[in-house]
Nanobody
Framework: QVRLVESGGGLVQSGGSLKLSCVASGINFRIWSMGWYRQPPGKQRELVALIDKENVTNVGYAVKGRFSISRDNAKNTVYLQMDGLKPEDTADYFC?????????WGLGTQVTVSS
């Protein structure tokens, strides 16, 4: 059974920082691509950042220069460091795992940025 469990969300003031974590179980973590998506209130889900098994990263345009993604294969964990948070970063953040045609999602963690 595959599980992705996010943590680290919360309420933060504009300009602040948060670090999200996602612990994966039930997969061979080191060979899976991992990532983060977000869904702002009333909007569609959008890419935040991806990291593949070679640690090659892809960060979404809206967060480039402020957010970074990393992984720790020994802990089966992917992280999203979010700095310089803005009110428009307010969203539910979802962990994502992909390998070939298989994809899995976490249940999400809420991030609220106050102005």
């Amino acid at each position: 059974q595959v599980r992705l469990v996010e943590s680290g969300g919360g309420l933060v003031q504009s300009g602040g920082s948060l670090k999200l974590s996602c612990v994966a179980s039930g997969i061979n973590f080191r060979i899976w691509s991992m990532g983060w998506y977000r869904q702002p209130p009333g909007k569609q889900r959008e890419l935040v950042a991806l990291i593949d098994k070679e640690n090659v990263t892809n960060v979404g345009y809206a967060v480039k220069g402020r957010f970074s993604i990393s992984r720790d294969n020994a802990k089966n964990t992917v992280y999203l460091q979010m700095d310089g948070l803005k009110p428009e970063d307010t969203a539910d953040y979802f962990c994502y795992a992909a390998f070939q045609s298989a994809t899995y999602w976490g249940l999400g963690t809420q991030v609220t940025v106050s102005s």
